[in-house]
């Protein structure tokens, strides 16, 4: 194997310490994101469902927020990018549907 490929797959998968990461416990933000997720199923419209729907998409910011600046690896900070580019994404759609 390369010493390039290498390198690059440690900085993917791996943290400081030289354990592979991929998963793991998820903070409060995305906990709580879940279940605004879930609340959001349950009340299919009115206030809460917007509350909820809206909280959402806060708490799920924060953490994609926290993963691309303070992720343990390449894999995180590149998930979290992907789940911030797909929260904006789907806003710009419903600020272009109103």
Known sequence: MSDIFKKSTSWFFKDKKGKVVIAQFPNWQ????????????????????????????????????????????????ILGLIVMASIYLELFRLLEAT
């Open 30 to 77: 995305l906990a709580s994101a879940g279940v605004a997720w879930l609340v959001q199923f349950v009340v299919s419209d009115g206030a809460v469902h917007d509350a909820t729907r809206a909280i959402f998409i806060i708490l799920l910011s924060f953490w994609a927020y926290e993963e691309i600046v303070y992720g343990v690896n390449g894999f995180r900070r």
